[in-house]
C-alpha cells in the first residue's frame, strides 16, 4: 500500500478527532437532559410515564442531530484544509515570485551598507511574515492597483492634507466626516502625524514615541484600520507621515540608550569625545539655527553627546546599524498592513549621516529608499512612496530614481510652491517660468505633488543666483517678501508671520494660510466687498495655476472655503512660541456649512474650485502624460502655460498683476473657453488683474 502523504495523514487524524468529539457532545447532551430530569422530578410530583419517555426521546434526537452536524462537520474538514492548503499555496507562490523579482538588487544593495547575511536573511523572512498578515481586502487591492499601473497618475487624484484633531477631534471623527470630503471631490487624504509623541516635545507630531500606536486622544489603530477600510469602500486613498531621520527620546530604544545599554546607543550617534560633535559641525548645516542651534545635544546623565538635526528631543538614527534598517522596515510594513495607501517618508535627504559631508543628499540615502521601494512591491506592492525632499530641483529629481531602477513614486513640488508666492509679490514670472521648464523637461514618469500650502512654513530657498542676473540680491530680497507677505509694503493684502527670524542674518521664513496670504483676511477685515471680490479672484487663480501643472494638487484642509490665520495658538504655551500654527488652526465647521451659498466667500471659493476640479477631470488636456511646456510673452507678468494631448492644445493663461491685460493668441482660431464651455473664434482676449483663463484648441 502507498504510504499516506503527511498531509493526507493530518486530515485523517482531524477526522478522527471531530467523530470523538461529535460523541462526546451526544454523551454530554445526554447526560446532561438526564440531570435537568432529576432536578425536575425533585422539585414536583413524578411526572406520568408517558411524558418521562417523551422527554427522554427528545433528548436523544437532539443529540442525534448534533452527532449528525458534528460528523458533518467532520466530514467537510477534509475539503476545506484542502482548500486552505491550496489558497496558502497561491499565496506562497505569489510572494516567491515578488521577491525572486527583486531578491537580487535587493542583496546586493544590503550587503554593500551592511554585509551581513543574517541580518538580510532576517528581513526576507520579516517580509513574509508582514505579507501573510496582509489581510484579504489590501492584497486584493494590491492586484487591482498592480493591474491597473500608476494609479496615482489619474486625472481625477485630488488631495487635502488636516490634522486629525483640528479637522474633525478624532480618527472616528474623520470617519464621520467622509461624506464631506467627498463633496470636496478629494479622493486622497494626507492625515497629518498622529503617531504617539510626547506632549510639548512632539514638533507637531514628528517626534515619534511609539510606531505602533496612535495618540491615545486621537484614536488606536483599529480605529486607523478601520477609516482605511471604510476610505476604499468609497474610493479614497489614506497617506501618513513615516518619520525616518529620529525618534522622539521618550522612544523605547531612546529611553535604554539614555540608561547606557551599548545595543541601544548603537542605534543613535552617541559621542563622549567633544571632537567628533565638532568636526560635523564644521561642515553639517544648521536646520533651526535661532530655536534650535547646532546638530548635537549634550547628555550630562550619560556624558555623551547625541546628534540632534532637529530638536533636541529628536534623536537621529543610525542607519549604519543593519538592525536600524530592519526594524524601521518592519515598523513601515505594519503601518502599510493598517491600511495605508500612500507613505510620506519625512526628511528623505538626511538619513545617512557621513562626518566631512554636509549630511544631505549622500548616496547611501538613495540606496536605502531604493531597497525601501523593493520591500514595499514585494510585501505591498499597492503603496505608494512619496518623498519629502525640501531641496532645489536639481537635488529633488534624483529622488525618482530612474525608470529601471526608481526610488519614490511621488516627490513634493516645494521649489514651485515657494517660486509662485514669491512672484505673487513680484509681479515677475521669470523665475517661475524657469523652474517650470526645469520640471516640464524631466520625465514624464515623473510625478509631482503640487500645493499652495502645507502645515509648514515657507522657506524662501529660490534660486538667487538667477535672480541677481534680474537685480535681485539675496538677503534684501528675503526682506521685502517677508515684509511683503506681514502687509508692511505699499499695496500688500496678505497678512501672516515670521518664524525662525533670525535677527543677525536677516533670514527668516514665512508662516500663514493661502486665503490671509491672499488678501481674504485683511478684506474681511475691512469688511471691503470690492477688496474681497479681487482676493477671491486671486486665490482661485493660483488653484487654477496649481491644477494646471503636470501632478497631483494638493488642498490645504480650510483652503476650500477660505479659512484664515489664526491668532490664538498665542494663548497655548505649548504653541505660542511656534508661528506655524497660525496656519493650523482648527477646521471651521462654521464656514463649511456656507459652501452652498454662493454669495458668500466661502460659497465662491468652494464652487469655484469645485468647477476647476470637475473640468480637470473631464479633459484629456490634464492627463499624467500629457506634454506640458511654457509659452514666451513679451509681459513679464503674465504666464503661459500649455498643455498637449489626445489631439487637442490648452492655452492656460494667468495674469500675476493687479492691472487688466490684453492677451493676444497666437494666431486667430477657434477656442472653448472652459470655464464657460462656449466656443468661438477669436485672437485677442482681455484678462482682469489676478485673472486667468482656460482656452482649449
Not at 87 to 99: G, V
Not at 199 to 226: C, I, N, Q, W
Not at 264 to 276: T, V
Amino acid at each position: 500500500m502507498a504510504k499516506k502523504s503527511r498531509a493526507a495523514r493530518k486530515r485523517e487524524a482531524a477526522r478522527t478527532q471531530k467523530l470523538k468529539k461529535a460523541e462526546n457532545i451526544k454523551n454530554e447532551a445526554v447526560k446532561a437532559k438526564e440531570a435537568e430530569q432529576e432536578k425536575a422530578e425533585e422539585q414536583a410530583k413524578p411526572e406520568p410515564a408517558e411524558e418521562k419517555e417523551k422527554v427522554e426521546e427528545q433528548a436523544k434526537t437532539e443529540s442525534v442531530e448534533e452527532q449528525e452536524k458534528a460528523e458533518e462537520q467532520a466530514k467537510s474538514e477534509p475539503a476545506e484544509a484542502e482548500s486552505a492548503d491550496e489558497m496558502q499555496k497561491e499565496e506562497d507562490r505569489i510572494f516567491e515570485e515578488r521577491l525572486a523579482r527583486h531578491h537580487d538588487e535587493l542583496r546586493w544593495l544590503y550587503m554593500e551598507l551592511y554585509e551581513n547575511d543574517d541580518m538580510f536573511a532576517e528581513l526576507c523572512s520579516q517580509m513574509k511574515r508582514y505579507y501573510d498578515a496582509r489581510n484579504k481586502e489590501l492584497k486584493k487591492l494590491d492586484q487591482q492597483r498592480a493591474a491597473q499601473g500608476e494609479w496615482y497618475r489619474k486625472r481625477d487624484m485630488l488631495g487635502m492634507m488636516m490634522y486629525i484633531d483640528n479637522f474633525a477631534g478624532n480618527i472616528k471623527g474623520v470617519q464621520e466626516k467622509l461624506p464631506y470630503l467627498e463633496k470636496c471631490n478629494v479622493n486622497y487624504i494626507h492625515l497629518m502625524p498622529f503617531l504617539d509623541s510626547p506632549k510639548g516635545r512632539s514638533d507637531g507630531g514628528y517626534a515619534v514615541a511609539d510606531f505602533r500606536k496612535v495618540k491615545p486622544e486621537l484614536g488606536t489603530m483599529d480605529d486607523l484600520a478601520e477609516l482605511a477600510a471604510k476610505c476604499h469602500e468609497k474610493g479614497i486613498s489614506l497617506c501618513m507621515d513615516f518619520v525616518m531621520n529620529h525618534t522622539s527620546e521618550d522612544h523605547e530604544w531612546a529611553v535604554k540608550a539614555r540608561q547606557g545599554d551599548g545595543e541601544y546607543m548603537s542605534r543613535y550617534f552617541f559621542y563622549a569625545d567633544p571632537q567628533i560633535p565638532q568636526e560635523y559641525e564644521k561642515t553639517v548645516p544648521q536646520v533651526f539655527p535661532t530655536t534650535a542651534p547646532g546638530n548635537f545635544t549634550w547628555l550630562p546623565e550619560l556624558g555623551h553627546y547625541v546628534m540632534t538635526t532637529f530638536y533636541p528631543y529628536q534623536w537621529d538614527l543610525n542607519y549604519r546599524n543593519p538592525r536600524v534598517f530592519n526594524e524601521m522596515m518592519y515598523n513601515f510594513l505594519y503601518l502599510a498592513n493598517q491600511g495605508m495607501d500612500i507613505i510620506r517618508i519625512d526628511a528623505v535627504p538626511y538619513i545617512w549621516k557621513e562626518l566631512g559631508t554636509n549630511c544631505r543628499n549622500l548616496p547611501q540615502v538613495h540606496t536605502i529608499v531604493r531597497m525601501m521601494r523593493m520591500i514595499g512591491e514585494i510585501v505591498c506592492p499597492g503603496i505608494v512612496l512619496l518623498g519629502e525632499v525640501v531641496m532645489e530641483p536639481d537635488k529633488v529629481a534624483p529622488y525618482f530614481g530612474t525608470v529601471e531602477k526608481p526610488e519614490c513614486h511621488m516627490l513634493y513640488n516645494v521649489t514651485t510652491m515657494a517660486t509662485t508666492w514669491n512672484t505673487v509679490a513680484t509681479r515677475d514670472i521669470r523665475l517661475l517660468r524657469k523652474q517650470m521648464d526645469i520640471v516640464c523637461a524631466l520625465p514624464r514618469e515623473y510625478t509631482f505633488l503640487n500645493y499652495l500650502r502645507c502645515h509648514d512654513d515657507i522657506g524662501w530657498g529660490l534660486d538667487y543666483e538667477t535672480l541677481s542676473q534680474w537685480g535681485m540680491k539675496e538677503v534684501p530680497h528675503k526682506k521685502y517678501l517677508n515684509d511683503y507677505f506681514q502687509g508692511k509694503t505699499e499695496g500688500s493684502v496678505s497678512r501672516g508671520e515670521l518664524y525662525n527670524d533670525d535677527p543677525v542674518t536677516g533670514d527668516a521664513r514665512f508662516c500663514g494660510t493661502t486665503a490671509s496670504m491672499c488678501g481674504i483676511e485683511s478684506a474681511g477685515f475691512e469688511q471691503n466687498e470690492e477688496k474681497m471680490k479681487w482676493a477671491v479672484r486671486k486665490d482661485l487663480m493660483l488653484h487654477a495655476y496649481m491644477f494646471t501643472q503636470s501632478g497631483i494638487p494638493m488642498l490645504y484642509s480650510g483652503d476650500e472655503v477660505g479659512q484664515v490665520n489664526d491668532y490664538t495658538y498665542k494663548e497655548d504655551p505649548e504653541k505660542a512660541a511656534d508661528s506655524r500654527y497660525i496656519h493650523r488652526g482648527k477646521f471651521c465647521w462654521d464656514l463649511a456649512e456656507k459652501i452652498t451659498d454662493k454669495e458668500s466667500v466661502q460659497g465662491r471659493i468652494f464652487c469655484g474650485l469645485n468647477q476647476l476640479e470637475a473640468i480637470r477631470r473631464r479633459e484629456n488636456v490634464f492627463d499624467a502624460d500629457a506634454e506640458v511646456y511654457t509659452k514666451d510673452y513679451s509681459d513679464q507678468s503674465i504666464l503661459w502655460v500649455v498643455r498637449k494631448s489626445h489631439g487637442e492644445e490648452l492655452h492656460a493663461v494667468f495674469n500675476f498683476s493687479d492691472e487688466g491685460k490684453d492677451v493676444w493668441m497666437p494666431e486667430e482660431a477657434e477656442y472653448t473657453d472652459l470655464l464657460t464651455g462656449k466656443t468661438a473664434k477669436f485672437q485677442k482676449t482681455y484678462l482682469a488683474g489676478w485673472d486667468f483663463m482656460w482656452m482649449k484648441r
